[in-house]
Nanobody, 118 residues
Framework: QVRLVESGGGLVQAGGSLRLSCAAS????????MGWYRQGLGKQRELVAT???????NYADSVKARFTITRDTAKNMLYLQMNSLKPEDTAVYYC????????????WGQGTQVTVSS
């Protein structure tokens, strides 16, 4: 069983910055891919950024060059540094851990609200 808990969300003005954190507990492998997803009100959940166990990253075009995903394997922590925030970044942000054994299983945190005002 894996538990993911996000923190760091809040209300910021456009152009501001936030750093989201995800604390992972349970049976965590350094080879697991992790990521951040977000879901705006009335919208579908979308990928924001992913990071592999080898620290290879992938970003949605909408956040590329503004957001940075990092991982501290020793501390079982995942981070998302968000700079130059825009109102369209407003959403609930979810931490994800993907387990690949005989198939795929995704673990999710409870989410943290990010609101960017104009």
């Amino acid at each position: 069983q894996v538990r993911l808990v996000e923190s760091g969300g809040g209300l910021v003005q456009a152009g501001g910055s936030l750093r989201l954190s995800c604390a992972a507990s349970g049976r965590i492998s350094s080879t697991n891919n992790m990521g951040w997803y977000r879901q705006g009100l009335g919208k579908q959940r979308e990928l924001v950024a992913t990071i592999t166990g080898g620290s290879s990253t992938n970003y949605a075009d909408s956040v590329k060059a503004r957001f940075t995903i990092t991982r501290d394997t020793a501390k079982n922590m995942l981070y998302l540094q968000m700079n130059s925030l825009k109102p369209e970044d407003t959403a609930v942000y979810y931490c994800n851990l993907r387990e690949r054994v005989f198939g795929v299983y995704d673990y999710w945190g409870q989410g943290t609200q990010v609101t960017v005002s104009s």
